[in-house]
């Protein structure tokens, strides 16, 4: 119902519109509720409060999932901005105006899939410090921190070691991914897309095929995350990758396909003993978005 021009709008709760993004970007009230630490029934009479005020049904639901309806892809995108625009109006008061340049390092994987997601929430919540990214492999990222090359880095470890001074944020399988619908993985020898030496998954796939004496052949070999999807999306070649890298046109191949199990990695940060206040910032950051996806598995 349109309110009268005669009286004052309503006002948007920042809080339900918090509340509206989760859903939206997670597709479940409950994942969402877990991410804004309300119960899945508040959140629901959230949304119902929102929906009232605005006339107006902003989800579609049936018993397998959330989708936004017309009106709620155009709310979504006021939200966003309203949120944003709290975020900056707020840290300008609460938050010390830290300025500097902060040097970090990630592998190809994370620097491709997460970075860009962390990076921009950060940038609205700290305007004045710039982050400058190096994408490398693990080890070469060790080798610059030695050399005090970062200030921060991110490294993909094998479960059975560990970076010295590193802080693990994440721990997860790692899982043979293959197209969906795909055959790679019932060819003789076994075509396999691997990354270049030194990276973990690498090395953890390998020992497992040679565990159960699998016969194969390295089919593509990328130094890019790009690549790697290519060849599996090909159905050239099978590939390791966290469970959570999936996408909707891979699946994860395990001992009813024939396939080995490789077991788990680590992702872990190392931060320079002599952090200043714009790196401590960023490795907060960084913890606080792997702390949530953790929770509600989604970056």
């Known amino acids: 119902m349109n309110a009268p021009l005669n009286h004052p709008l309503p006002l948007l709760d920042l809080d339900v519109l918090r509340t509206f993004v989760a859903i ?3 597709g479940s009230f409950t994942t969402a509720a877990n991410a804004v630490f309300r119960t899945p029934s508040a959140v629901s009479m959230q949304i119902k409060k929102l929906e009232d005020i ?3 049904s902003v989800f579609a639901r049936d018993a397998r999932s959330v989708t936004l309806t017309t009106d709620g892809e155009m709310l979504l995108g006021y939200a966003r901005r309203l ?8 840290s300008k008061f609460i938050i010390p105006d830290i300025v500097g340049v902060v040097r970090l390092g990630s592998p190809d994987d994370y620097g491709e899939r997460v970075l860009p997601h962390v990076l921009k929430r950060f940038a609205q919540s700290h305007p004045s410090i710039a982050v400058d990214v190096t994408i490398d492999q693990s080890v070469n990222l060790r080798r610059r921190m030695d050399d005090r090359a970062l200030d921060i880095t ?3 470890n094998s479960y059975k070691t560990s970076a010295v001074g590193a802080e693990v944020l994440l721990t997860e399988p790692i899982v043979w991914a293959g197209a969906k619908g795909g055959c ?3 060819r003789e020898p076994l075509p ?7 990276c973990a998954w690498r090395a953890g796939a ?5 565990r159960e004496g699998r016969n194969y052949r390295i089919a593509y070999m990328s130094a890019h995350t790009a690549g790697q999807r290519a060849a599996i999306m090909a159905d050239l070649a099978v590939a390791p990758l966290p469970k959570s890298f999936l996408g909707d046109e891979m699946v994860s191949l395990g001992a009813r396909d024939g396939m080995p199990d490789i077991g788990t990695y680590n992702l872990a940060m190392v931060v320079a003993p002599d952090a200043s206040a714009p790196v401590k910032a960023v490795a907060d950051h960084i ?9 509600t598995g989604k970056f």
Do not use: K, Q
Request: glycine letters at 8%; hydrophobic letters at 50%.
């Open 83 to 90: 949120l944003s625009i709290n975020r900056e109006v707020v």
């Open 54 to 56: 605005l006339g107006r």
């Open 24 to 26: 939206a970007e997670t």
């Open 184 to 186: 790679a993985h019932l």
């Open 154 to 156: 991110l490294l993909t």
């Open 206 to 210: 390998l020992e497992a095929l040679g």
């Open 287 to 295: 913890r606080a978005t792997f702390e949530l996806f953790r929770e």
């Open 192 to 198: 396999v897309s691997l990354w270049e030496e030194g």
